[in-house]
Nanobody, 121 residues
Framework: QVQLVESGGGLVQPGGSLRLSCTAS????????MGWYRQAPGKQRELVAT???????IYADAVMGRFAISRDSAKKTVFLQMNNLRPEDTAVYYC???????????????WGQGTQVTVSS
């Protein structure tokens, strides 16, 4: 069974920075896509950024130029460096992994438990 462990959320003032990390475990051979989504109160979950196994990256327009996603494929870990944070970035941030290859087969679309990011003065 694949498990995702997220860390790095918290409270930060506007203009501040946070770094999120998410590590997958569970006899994993490879992961095709790793990424982050977020859900603010009363809103739908939305894409923040994803990175593929070959390094292709997608960012939401709202975070372009402020956030940076990266991954360490050997450690099955994805990072999200968030700079110049704004109050509207406040949300629960969820790690997502897709097409996880294991000896038993391929698992798709798995979610972490979420980590709260609050941007407030």
């Amino acid at each position: 069974q694949v498990q995702l462990v997220e860390s790095g959320g918290g409270l930060v003032q506007p203009g501040g920075s946070l770094r999120l990390s998410c590590t997958a475990s569970g006899n994993i051979v490879s992961i095709a896509t790793m990424g982050w989504y977020r859900q603010a109160p009363g809103k739908q979950r939305e894409l923040v950024a994803t990175v593929s196994s070959i390094g292709s990256i997608i960012y939401a327009d709202a975070v372009m130029g402020r956030f940076a996603i990266s991954r360490d494929s050997a450690k099955k870990t994805v990072f999200l460096q968030m700079n110049n944070l704004r109050p509207e970035d406040t949300a629960v941030y969820y790690c997502n992994v897709d097409r996880v290859s294991r000896p038993a087969g391929v698992t798709v679309n798995l979610w972490g438990q979420g980590t709260q990011v609050t941007v407030s003065s």
